[in-house]
């Protein structure tokens, strides 16, 4: 049994799954690592190694 997880659009606020957020016509590539919100076809990537950084100083300097 394949394990799906609900993802949250951050422009939207929609909630969706997994099989859900496959992207339609990428003309870059089929692996882009792009999720697409369904609810308003915007496409982000889930997790940011620069934006988690920027987040960790943040806390750091206001605890």
Known sequence: MEKTSRHRCPLCGGEFQDPEMKCKGCLISKD????????????????????????????????
């Not at 919100?37 to 943040?58: I, M, N, Q, T």
């Open 32 to 63: 882009c690592g792009l999720l697409c919100c369904p609810h308003c076809g915007y496409s982000y990537k889930e997790r940011s190694a620069l934006v988690d950084f920027f987040k960790s100083l943040w806390r750091k300097v206001n605890p």
